[in-house]
């Protein structure tokens, strides 16, 4: 065999080699395409869509380390003059559009923590969780009775201001309108029902807040008014109260009335004076008419830094036929 035909057979052996290792080549499958968290804009800042959905989540809370102090507490729940809890709250709230406009739901999950004897002094509950469209409201949620002001010297609601409940609001940038149905179910007053409906608008510097809660168990009602005017440095807020008899709803006294100004010494601190009267105390639950009393005091908010704020509150008590009693907590706050 010659030099050329050799070269020539060596050749067309490497190609039939080559093929045959090409045709049993493994291919590397592409990688699938990762889906990174989007940012959901339609709702406000801090809302994220949930993977492969329409659906914006938006997780926040804050935890609170606070020291009460007065006659037992504050509280009035044990014999001590001081007490330290924390509190951690986590919140979720999922929105979505729908044909009947914004679905949407919040649950809240909340533990107060006062000290590390057991679980009879620390709790985990549900302190909000509802799903809400069209304008209604279903589920554990905070009744309008809880809007009070930024203060601390006011009581113009009783008992607790958490409840089951339906409502229906319907609202504009400037105005609101809504009523509510909510079980007032506690151990004092098993199968209670309550009634709320509340009105309330702005007009240029003035928003005024009309509220009103009927107690079936009682048969008692009230109503109650706030007012806020933006004055000068700060904003001046008016209420009062008027109840028919003790009810749920409120039950401190037959009449109050009360003011507040919010004097906003720059963007991270604010002075909050105010002052209360009441007429005609509840006696023992049911009973108007055990004199008078009023409250004074002062509340100061610090914005430490994003996310972190203080807030002091001293308050003085006075009451016809009682002691007089000095009150008042100091608050540190981590908000996210």
């Known amino acids: 065999m010659t030099m050329k035909a050799i070269l020539f057979a060596s050749a067309a052996a490497l190609t039939a080699a080559n093929g045959a290792y090409a045709a049993d080549a493994i291919v590397a499958a592409e990688p699938e395409p990762m889906?990174?968290?989007?940012?959901?804009?339609?709702?406000?800042t801090g809302y994220f869509y949930i993977p492969g959905t329409e659906t914006c989540l938006k997780l926040g809370g804050?935890?609170?380390?606070?020291?009460?102090?007065?006659?037992n507490d504050g509280n009035r729940d044990n014999t001590s003059d001081w007490n330290t809890f924390t509190r951690a709250q986590l919140e979720?709230?999922?929105?979505?559009?729908?044909?009947?406009?914004?679905?949407?739901?919040?649950?809240?999950?909340?533990?107060?923590?006062?000290?590390?004897?057991?679980?009879?002094?620390?709790n985990t509950f549900l302190d909000q969780g509802y799903i809400e469209i069209a304008g209604l409201r279903f589920?554990?949620?905070?009744?309008?009775?809880?809007?009070?002001?930024s203060g601390e010297t006011d009581s113009i609601a009783s008992n607790e201001t958490r409840h089951n409940a339906?409502?229906?609001?319907?609202?504009?940038?400037?105005?609101k309108a809504g009523i509510a149905v909510e079980e007032l179910e506690d151990t004092a007053r098993p199968n209670n029902v309550g009634i709320t409906g509340q009105v309330s608008g702005t007009v240029g510097v003035v928003t005024a807040y009309l509220l009103g809660g009927y107690d079936t168990d009682s048969?008692?009602?009230?109503?109650?008014a706030i007012i806020y005017a933006d004055l000068g440095p700060g904003q001046l807020g008016i209420y009062g109260a008027y109840a028919t008899g003790a009810n749920y709803y409120y039950e401190e006294s037959e009449w109050t009335?009360?003011?507040?100004?919010?004097?906003?010494?720059?963007?991270?601190?604010?002075?909050?004076?105010?002052?209360?009267?009441f007429s005609n105390i509840d006696l023992n639950g049911n009973d108007f008419g055990g004199g008078d009393a009023w409250t004074g005091g002062v509340t100061v908010d610090y914005k430490i830094t994003d996310?972190?704020?203080?807030?002091?509150?001293?308050?003085?008590?006075?009451?016809?036929?009682?002691?007089d009693e000095v009150f008042g907590f100091v608050r540190l706050q981590r908000d996210f």
């Open 35 to 44: 889906e990174y968290v989007r940012v959901c804009d339609a709702f406000g």
């Open 166 to 175: 339906i409502r229906y609001q319907y609202e504009t940038d400037a105005f």
């Open 92 to 122: 979720f709230e999922a929105k979505n559009d729908t044909e009947f406009g914004t679905l949407s739901s919040m649950v809240a999950l909340r533990t107060n923590a006062r000290n590390s004897s057991g679980s009879s002094n620390n």
């Open 139 to 149: 589920g554990m949620q905070y009744s309008w009775w809880d809007d009070d002001l």
């Open 307 to 323: 996310g972190l704020k203080t807030k002091v509150s001293l308050q003085y008590h006075d009451e016809d036929n009682g002691d």
């Open 257 to 277: 009335v009360g003011a507040q100004y919010e004097l906003k010494v720059n963007e991270k601190f604010s002075i909050t004076p105010g002052v209360q009267y």
């Open 219 to 224: 048969e008692e009602g009230a109503v109650r």
């Open 62 to 71: 804050y935890i609170r380390f606070q020291t009460d102090f007065g006659r």
